[in-house]
């Protein structure tokens, strides 16, 4: 299964999402996609580098390159041929104005054009994940059966629901999580494999964590739940030896398994 695109960290909307040639009738549109847009802002209008936008949408400088040439194309046509230019769509996330390189108090929450929504300062809304056993949460993201979604508006918890990962392994969770729309994650251990594929999936990661799920949640929806930023797999480091001892008999919150 191909991982997910990762979603480009945007830090402000267009606030002018349409522009239109004068005493053209029904202009054909062209789409400008909100990272499109983002990275003319920031190079053209602000003036960083590539390397500079690159770095404050964590993205490759030449993704970045290739996202501004894209832009610039499509804003050539809207131009030279008289075309509708719209702004929507793209792979993209809202910054929560905590990034560093983010303009504080620049930054603006809206719904993704999908429905997900994302975290921002002031007006919180996101869906949590969290691996989750018998109420608590489960140490080994790879081999978890059960993820449990929290809803959360304004630090609020609003809806929750247990769902079945059906199998999936630790290769496909990613994408699992990315399709029920999740902006965050609650685990145990995690392998560095697994975290790269919630980085380019663009989920947030609170590794390191035991005991009850709602109370983790309750915890992270406002902005209190302590975490191993540091949380590594070393499981595969050493064998598990004659006795086959399992992971989970040495807990895991920093001896992460895949």
């Known amino acids: 299964m191909a991982r997910p695109q990762r979603r480009r960290r945007i830090c402000r909307e267009p606030a002018y999402p349409a522009f239109s040639p004068d005493g053209v009738p029904n202009p054909a549109?062209?789409?400008?996609?909100?990272?499109e847009f983002e990275v003319i802002r920031l190079v053209d209008l602000e003036g960083q580098t590539h390397e500079q936008a690159a770095g404050q949408m964590e993205i490759s400088r030449s993704t970045a390159t290739?996202?501004?040439?894209?832009?610039?194309?499509?804003?050539?046509?809207?131009?030279?041929?008289?075309?509708?230019?719209?702004?929507?769509?793209?792979?993209y996330r809202l910054c929560d104005g905590t990034a560093p390189g983010c303009p504080k108090g620049r930054c603006h929450r809206r719904c993704l054009p999908d429905g997900v929504p994302v975290i921002a300062k002031?007006?919180?809304?996101?869906?949590?994940a969290v691996t989750y056993e018998n109420g608590n949460i489960f140490q080994h993201f790879g081999h978890?059966?059960?993820?449990?979604?929290?809803?959360?508006?304004?630090?609020?918890?609003?809806?929750?629901?247990?769902?079945?990962?059906?199998?999936?392994?630790?290769?496909a969770l990613a994408g699992?999580?990315?399709?029920?729309?999740?902006?965050?994650l609650i685990c145990g251990g995690i392998g560095g494999g697994a975290q790269m594929a919630l980085a380019e999936a663009g989920?947030?990661?609170?590794?390191?964590?035991?005991g009850s799920a709602d109370e983790a949640a309750k915890a992270l929806a406002a902005g209190d739940l302590s975490f191993d930023p540091?949380?590594?797999?070393?499981?595969?480091?050493?064998?598990?030896?004659?006795?086959?001892h399992a992971c989970g008999d040495h807990g895991c919150g920093s001896h992460s398994c895949h």
């Open 29 to 35: 549109p062209t789409v400008l996609t909100l990272d």
């Open 66 to 91: 290739e996202i501004y040439e894209s832009a610039r194309r499509k804003m050539a046509d809207s131009l030279v041929n008289g075309h509708r230019l719209l702004i929507a769509g793209g792979s």
């Open 203 to 210: 989920i947030r990661l609170y590794g390191g964590v035991s």
């Open 144 to 171: 978890t059966a059960q993820f449990k979604l929290y809803d959360v508006e304004n630090g609020v918890i609003t809806a929750s629901q247990v769902v079945d990962t059906n199998g999936s392994g630790h290769g």
């Open 230 to 244: 540091n949380v590594h797999c070393d499981h595969h480091d050493h064998e598990h030896g004659a006795d086959g």
């Open 176 to 184: 699992f999580l990315a399709s029920n729309q999740v902006d965050a």
């Open 122 to 128: 002031g007006e919180s809304m996101m869906r949590i």
